[in-house]
């Protein structure tokens, strides 16, 4: 058999890729919603814990000037919330779970294949609890070591702001959402938090005292 005159090789470049443009190409086919579960029960938490405390010791330094009395609310209103956002986490995500379980038995899926993107109400119970601790240590320490009244309600408004504003940037970040936005938002909402328990205790406390 003749061998044909036409026969040719054509060389064919290795495809190199670019660290960075994989890099980027991870980043951006990455699925921010895996970390709703657990994000959203963390920075509630937080936020709740921070501002329920906040507003709390805001509202009894509205009418008592000791410091104790402020210091006391606010670690009634830590131990009581962290108890009440644990518990009712895992209600509410139980009761998920037991939602999606049912529809994955009546549409025939295989339960152990799918276990992983089930919602974990123990997760979510410790989180909210964990994070609901943190925030609300926030405005006790600030006022723990200060006498003169004015100047507690100053610091602890002052460190509860800044506490806000890392508590949004941290959720931004984690959630792949624009920083300026989400740390204006939960500045703005804890300021007026504390402000509207400030006046209406005030008002309340004058008329009443």
């Avoid at 009894?60 to 402020?70: F, L």
Wanted: charged share 15%.
């Amino acid at each position: 058999m003749a061998t044909n005159q036409y026969d040719f090789s054509v060389p064919i470049p290795e495809h190199k890729s670019d660290p960075k443009q994989c890099q980027v190409s991870k980043e951006e086919d990455f699925d921010y919603s895996q970390r709703g579960q657990w994000l959203r029960a963390a920075i509630l938490g937080a936020n709740d814990g921070l501002i329920t405390v906040a507003s709390l010791m805001m509202g009894v330094g509205a009418v008592k000037h000791d410091s104790k009395a402020m210091i006391l609310s606010g670690f009634a209103g830590l131990v009581a919330g962290a108890c009440s956002m644990a518990i009712g986490e895992f209600v509410s995500v139980y009761s998920q779970l037991d939602v999606e379980v049912a529809q994955m038995k009546r549409d025939g899926n295989n339960q152990e294949k799918e276990k992983e993107q089930l919602p974990n109400p123990m997760q979510a119970a410790v989180a909210s609890a964990l994070a609901f601790t943190l925030g609300a240590i926030v405005p006790l320490l600030a006022s723990s070591f200060i006498e003169d009244h004015k100047l507690r309600l100053g610091v602890v408004v002052a460190a509860v702001s800044l506490a806000l504003v890392a508590f949004g940037w941290a959720g931004s970040i984690l959630g792949g959402t624009p920083v300026a936005k989400s740390c204006f938002r939960v500045l703005v909402g804890g300021l007026m938090a504390m402000a509207i328990t400030f006046g209406l205790t005030k008002l309340i406390g004058s008329s009443v005292i």
